[in-house]
């Protein structure tokens, strides 16, 4: 039998790198891989502003992932219709985080 896992891909208008940092502060993640634009087999193609971006990363927190990247800017769109659970046991660290990735959020 076939075990079918998913993972969340987030896109982020080239505020990827800082939203990782985020995230892995308040879930107590790590990174465990990222790829900028200017480092990808793509990168000859690759606008100059762009460069630094993320094409592709990888945290991981409490034997779960989240993936990410930074859209170019004529394919982000502002995202609509999704959301992201995050299963905490203990309420005073739901609180934490909560207040942590609320904080300033749209």
Known sequence: MNTIKTKAHLSFR?????AF????????????FALTYGESPAAA????AMRDQIV???LE????A???GDAPPD????PQGISVTVLVHEPREARRIFGALS???E
Do not use: I, W
Request: hydrophobic share 25%.
């Open 21 to 32: 940092a985020l995230y892995a502060d308040t879930l107590g993640g790590r990174l465990a």
């Open 56 to 58: 592709h990363a990888r």
């Open 45 to 48: 193609r690759c606008p100059e």
């Open 75 to 78: 394919r982000y769109q502002k």
């Open 103 to 105: 904080h300033g959020g």
């Open 14 to 18: 080239g505020d990827c790198r800082e």
């Open 66 to 68: 989240l993936l990410r």
């Open 61 to 64: 927190f409490g034997g779960e």
